[in-house]
């Protein structure tokens, strides 16, 4: 075909000439009226040009192409309209646009017709669609790209192209993809150095593109020229087993495998795609590319564009480190900074039976109180709550699923002042009104109670939770477990998952949640009502509670007895932090008429339980028949 370059051949001319000869060329071509559009062979000969439209048609008869830029003669013209030069270009697609222009029809033989035009939005260049063999459709009316058409290759024989219709939508594959190599597998270079793999046919041409990008920046003149062995899985996670095992043999032979899959730590399909190539590559081949934060994938990073995308890639390919679990961590890999960087800090607690096995209420734990029915767990945890409010600032998130809501907020006022709970719902003037007020100021307020009583799903309440830390509650209060789960099918599993969720939840967010549950009745010979010693077997899902429980404590006494009704003794059945467990020295001793718990170190639970035997041994009289026995000792 020749071209009309007879212009190169005329007198030298200076370069104003030059430029106002251009520039009647442009003023006559737009004098022209423009009267059709056909394929231009230059484009094509490219593998370009797959509309069929580049050349435009004047009424001289004479053509020009803007892509090329060249122009044509009108014999030029009238060849390239030829339906030979054009049979692709004006083939009809059945619509005018969107979706129904695919060609539904298209054959492996049809394929070469479709140019490498490479990807604008994703930045991936003409050049590199060639390297890869990936071609594009166009609308015929618009000229809007339609879809990408990725060559699979058994060894070096083409068998398919897998269709993706843009944006993403995947198309009935045009050949047959079945029993094919991974994508580019036929482009690997057999040197066995580097293989670097991906999830997508685009991320494999958008790290060929910054790898490319990286080499050319060396003065080494062998990186500037080397070619970087990458492929992709062809259809994700779902394939991934398949696809690495049917080329285990050829990757094994490799002396690094880089493993550049979509963010394994913000895609799901991605973990399990790496999860695939851990269990068949292994781990002693296999570095890890790690992406910035939330970007998913090679052309995300290509996206960002100019040399910020190849400084990133860069840092992603030599900072690449051999793959271990994420939750293994490799002791060279620390320093000592990071091994301090978490100081723990407990703040103090409102009694010494508490305070001194506990060391404090440390964030990011889960304490859990048990007792009896009647045996004041609920005024524990009230002036627990109090006391974190008052001394450390801390907000308290309510969730008393026993009473009504105005109760709870009834009881935080009544203690604040020292007055029984009882007492102050009997007659709210028993405290003036300016305490009143002071103690909504300075501790309702700094609180947030949530609305509702019974039952609850375990899904809906740990949204609570979240919510109430979301707003700043640095202490939950959840009284109690046991009501959560209350009229389940199977209340012991329940009890596992929601203490799991907790678990899961206070081991990566800075808050404490203070919980209670409820015990077992248990043997009627062993009445924790009437002193006995509570022990973990006797906790309702008593497993979770003492596995997933930071720490658990117990509230034991005589609830019932006419001396020692108001003591109650403390028992640690596990502290996680300091390890100490059993019986505290003291006890704590409620005041009916201030709602209030005092510490009391000098009496002790075996004491105690001596003083109620001697009484008891005392008071009793021994009954002979049906009358007692009056006779004087």
Not at 296 to 320: P, Q, T
Not at 415 to 437: C, H, M, Q, T, W
Request: with cysteine; hydrophobic share 35%.
């Amino acid at each position: 075909m020749i071209l009309n370059n007879a212009h190169e051949f005329e007198e030298a001319i200076s370069p104003s000439q030059a430029s106002k000869k251009r520039t009647s060329r442009r003023a006559s071509r737009k004098r022209e009226e423009i009267v059709g559009n056909t394929a231009c062979p230059a484009c094509r000969e490219k593998g370009g040009d797959s509309t069929g439209n580049h050349m435009m048609i004047f009424e001289s008869g004479k053509g020009y192409c803007n892509r090329c830029p060249k122009h044509f003669t009108k014999e030029e013209v009238e060849a390239a309209k030829k339906p030979q030069a054009s049979r692709r270009a004006r083939k009809s697609y059945g619509g005018s646009s969107g979706y129904n222009n695919y060609n539904k029809g298209l054959t492996l033989d049809d394929m070469p017709h479709l140019g490498f035009s490479g990807d604008k939005l994703r930045g991936i260049t003409a050049e590199t669609d060639r390297r890869f063999g990936i071609r594009t459709e166009f609308d015929t009316s618009s000229g809007r790209a339609l879809a990408r058409y990725y060559p699979y290759y058994l060894e070096d024989e083409l068998y398919g192209y897998k269709m993706r219709k843009l944006p993403k939508d995947w198309g009935a594959a045009v050949g047959t993809l079945n029993g094919t190599d991974m994508f580019a597998w036929n482009l690997l270079s057999g040197k066995y150095q580097v293989l670097l793999i991906v999830e997508g046919e685009e991320d494999c041409a958008s790290l060929y593109q910054l790898h490319k990008a990286m080499n050319f920046r060396s003065t080494n003149r062998r990186i500037k020229r080397s070619e970087v062995d990458v492929v992709s899985l062809p259809s994700g996670a779902k394939g991934a087993h398949k696809a690495l095992l049917h080329h285990i043999e050829e990757i094994s032979r490799y002396q690094k495998v880089f493993w550049a899959g979509d963010n394994y730590k913000i895609d799901t399909e991605g973990k399990a795609c790496l999860e695939a190539a851990v269990q068949i590559i292994g781990v002693d081949k296999l570095y890890i590319m790690e992406y910035p934060d939330r970007k998913k994938d090679m052309s995300d990073i290509l996206k960002i564009g100019g040399e910020d995308a190849i400084d990133i890639y860069s840092e992603m390919y030599f900072g690449a480190k051999k793959y271990s679990p994420s939750d293994i961590i490799d002791g060279k890999d620390l320093e000592l900074a990071d091994i301090e960087k978490d100081v723990v800090v407990g703040y103090s607690l409102p009694f010494p039976n508490l305070q001194d096995p506990m060391q404090g209420m440390r964030l990011f734990e889960h304490t859990i109180l048990t007792s009896s029915a009647g045996s004041g767990k609920s005024s524990l945890i009230t002036a627990i709550a109090h006391h974190m409010s008052t001394e450390h600032g801390w907000m308290v998130g309510n969730i008393f699923l026993e009473e009504k809501v105005v109760k709870s907020q009834q009881r935080y006022i009544a203690y604040d002042n020292s007055v029984a709970l009882n007492e102050y719902r009997k007659d709210f003037g028993i405290i003036p009104l300016e305490d009143k007020l002071k103690t909504k100021a300075e501790i309702i307020d700094n609180m947030m109670f949530l609305d509702h009583s019974g039952s609850i799903d375990p899904d809906v309440l740990m949204n609570k939770i979240r919510y109430l830390v979301a707003k700043g509650c640095k202490l939950i209060i959840l009284d109690h477990i046991s009501l959560v789960v209350t009229g389940s099918d199977d209340e012991r599993k329940d009890i596992d998952t929601l203490l799991e969720k907790i678990y899961r939840f206070v081991e990566h967010t800075p808050v404490h949640i203070l919980s209670v549950v409820h015990i077992n009745r248990g043997d009627s010979k062993k009445d924790v009502s009437k002193g006995a010693e509570i022990t973990p077997n006797l906790l309702r899902g008593s497993q979770s509670i003492i596995q997933l429980g930071f720490s658990v404590g117990a509230i034991e006494g005589w609830n019932e007895d006419e001396d020692y009704g108001n003591t109650r003794f403390i028992r640690w059945l596990k502290i996680r932090e300091t390890g100490t467990l059993g019986l505290t020295k003291g006890c704590l001793e409620y005041n009916t008429k201030t709602g209030r718990f005092s510490y009391n170190p000098s009496l002790h639970k075996k004491d105690v339980e001596a003083a109620i035997k001697e009484r008891d041994k005392e008071d009793f009289i021994p009954k002979v028949g049906n009358s007692f026995n009056n006779k004087a000792v």
